[in-house]
């Protein structure tokens, strides 16, 4: 019943997304609201606040390689989908920097390729822990790579005058809705899995930041929403860092 009423809900939410008219770029998303230079950096702010990404990526992945973590993987194999999700957290803080020095849709593509391997490699993650460890793992790679298909359609289409976001939206946000129904209905294989709750919070509290990026900053002062977004995404790689350094296997066991 419970892995129904999964599919169910990921069926729907394909099926109403790609049910809707195309979604174009919006031309005014990449006019941040802080473009202040410092150091003959233009748009420090948007620029310096992805240093978080690359520092959790780095720490994420010197711990899956370090040997002798077997409390936080009951299978080797299982690594795998968090290995994608660091790799993408730590490309995603190069990638967005680079995009901010200078934002345009060409610079963009190279800003959502490793944010979709982070949500995919997130994705499979908690499949794994949850659901199933091989379904999280057999998972990990094609989803990966429709991630990374989602951006470079949604580019294309952009080039050729017919620009629809569709695809990559759905790989954004399919995950979200499935995240707190498999929460809610699968109990965690390992200790410390209501961690993910702080993932989800944080990621949430990045979207209304980005929502809100000149708000923010005409009411701060000193900070954008959109640094604010990027700070908080990355905190929710942190928390997820943390989960793996500390939890341990149950008795619980779903191959």
């Given at each position: 019943?419970?892995?129904?009423?999964?599919?169910?809900?990921?069926?729907?939410?394909?099926?109403f997304?790609?049910s809707?008219?195309?979604?174009?770029?919006n031309?005014?998303?990449?006019?941040?609201?802080?473009?202040?230079?410092?150091l003959?950096?233009?748009?420090?702010?948007?620029?310096?606040?992805?240093?978080?990404?690359?520092?959790?990526?780095f720490m994420?992945?010197?711990?899956?390689?370090?040997?002798?973590?077997?409390?936080a993987?009951?299978f080797?194999?299982?690594k795998?989908?968090?290995?994608i999700?660091?790799?993408?957290?730590?490309l995603?803080?190069?990638?967005?920097?680079?995009?901010?020095?200078?934002?345009?849709n060409?610079r963009?593509?190279?800003?959502?390729?490793?944010?979709?391997?982070?949500?995919?490699?997130l994705?499979?993650?908690?499949?794994?822990?949850?659901?199933?460890?091989?379904?999280g793992?057999?998972?990990a790679?094609?989803l990966?790579?429709?991630?990374?298909?989602?951006?470079?359609?949604?580019?294309?289409?952009?080039?050729?005058?017919?620009?629809d976001?569709?695809?990559?939206l759905?790989?954004?946000f399919?995950?979200?809705?499935?995240?707190?129904?498999?929460?809610?209905?699968?109990?965690?294989?390992?200790?410390?899995?209501?961690?993910?709750?702080?993932?989800?919070?944080?990621y949430?509290?990045?979207?209304?930041?980005?929502?809100?990026?000149?708000?923010?900053?005409?009411?701060?002062g000193?900070?954008?929403?959109?640094?604010?977004?990027?700070?908080?995404?990355?905190?929710?790689?942190?928390?997820?860092?943390?989960?793996l350094?500390?939890?341990?296997?149950?008795?619980?066991?779903?191959?």
């Amino acid at each position: 019943v419970r892995n129904g009423v999964l599919y169910i809900a990921l069926l729907l939410s394909i099926g109403f997304v790609m049910s809707l008219d195309r979604i174009p770029q919006n031309p005014e998303w990449s006019r941040f609201a802080d473009q202040r230079s410092w150091l003959g950096i233009p748009n420090f702010g948007d620029i310096f606040s992805n240093l978080p990404f690359i520092v959790i990526g780095f720490m994420g992945l010197r711990f899956l390689f370090r040997p002798g973590e077997g409390k936080a993987f009951e299978f080797s194999w299982e690594k795998v989908a968090p290995m994608i999700f660091f790799t993408g957290v730590f490309l995603t803080g190069f990638g967005s920097a680079w995009f901010h020095l200078s934002p345009d849709n060409y610079r963009l593509v190279w800003d959502r390729l490793p944010m979709t391997l982070a949500f995919m490699g997130l994705f499979c993650q908690l499949i794994s822990d949850h659901v199933s460890a091989r379904a999280g793992y057999i998972l990990a790679f094609p989803l990966a790579g429709l991630g990374m298909v989602s951006v470079i359609w949604w580019y294309w289409t952009e080039v050729t005058g017919t620009g629809d976001l569709r695809l990559y939206l759905l790989v954004q946000f399919t995950p979200l809705l499935a995240v707190v129904l498999i929460l809610l209905l699968f109990p965690s294989r390992y200790s410390h899995g209501n961690m993910y709750w702080g993932v989800l919070l944080c990621y949430t509290l990045a979207k209304i930041f980005e929502h809100f990026d000149a708000g923010i900053f005409e009411a701060l002062g000193f900070v954008s929403g959109h640094s604010l977004k990027h700070l908080f995404a990355a905190g929710s790689a942190g928390i997820i860092f943390q989960m793996l350094a500390h939890r341990q296997t149950s008795s619980s066991k779903r191959v």
